[in-house]
């Protein structure tokens, strides 16, 4: 009698390419919420620059004095400066300030 050796996978084999996708996932993950946590302080930091460009044009159009603070209505709207408030991504909440200091978030680590 003769006997067919089937082709198959070894459970050694199969267990050597679970712990090397194990490795590289272990290497990996750590990377990725680094790279998410940069990007969402990148994007909050573009939507403070926004506003304060927002405020800027707000105060010369509206001859308001450095010291003024502006509403979220004078800025935000479809009739406005931008047309809806940003949300910071890590979920903070974004403060305006007067005219002349910069807009501010309250998220830890995403400075002023």
Known sequence: MKTKRKAGFTLVEIMIV??????????????????ITSARQ?????????IDG???RW??????PPTAV??????FGTDRYIEHKPNCPAGG???LNPV?????CN???HGN
């Open 70 to 75: 502006p509403k979220d209505e004078d800025l």
């Open 54 to 56: 927002a405020k800027m």
């Open 18 to 35: 679970v712990a090397i996708i194990g490795l590289l996932a272990g290497i990996a993950i750590p990377n990725l919420m680094q790279s």
């Open 42 to 50: 990148r994007a909050c930091a573009m939507n403070r620059l926004n």
């Open 59 to 64: 105060s010369v159009e509206q001859n308001q």
């Open 107 to 109: 998220a830890p680590k």
């Open 93 to 95: 909440g974004y403060v």
């Open 100 to 104: 002349a200091e910069k807009c501010t």
